[in-house]
């Protein structure tokens, strides 16, 4: 098994800024993804930013230029730095990896941290 473990939620005003942290720990495993999902009330889950192992990211169009991602290879912990933060960012943030164990590939979500911009 894998766990995920965020930090870093929390409660900022508009134009304001958030680092999002998330750690995977266990054993045999090797990550291939890692990444950021969030889920305002009454919308659906939506993918915010991945990275993978070797460093290539990908990010939705409505946080480009805003919000970037970045990883520890050693440390298996992905980042989320939020700036210039929207009430639309307003959502329950989780962190997400793929990774490969006993030959197959798996998917591991965390428990999600609430990020709320408002004034």
């Known amino acids: 098994q894998v766990q995920l473990v965020e930090s870093g939620g929390g409660l900022v005003q508009p134009g304001g800024s958030l680092r999002l942290s998330c750690a995977a720990s266990g054993s045999g495993f090797a990550i291939n993804v890692m990444g950021w999902y969030r889920q305002a009330p009454g919308k659906q889950r939506e993918l915010v930013a991945t990275?993978?192992?070797?460093?290539?990211?990908n990010s939705v169009d409505s946080v480009k230029g805003r919000f970037t991602i970045s990883g520890d290879n050693a440390k298996n912990t992905v980042y989320l730095q939020m700036n210039s933060l929207k009430p639309e960012d307003t959502a329950v943030y989780y962190c997400y990896c793929n990774v490969k164990r006993l030959g197959r590939n798996f998917n591991y979500w965390g428990q999600g941290t609430q990020v709320t911009v408002s004034s």
């Open positions: 990275i993978t192992s070797i460093g290539s990211t």
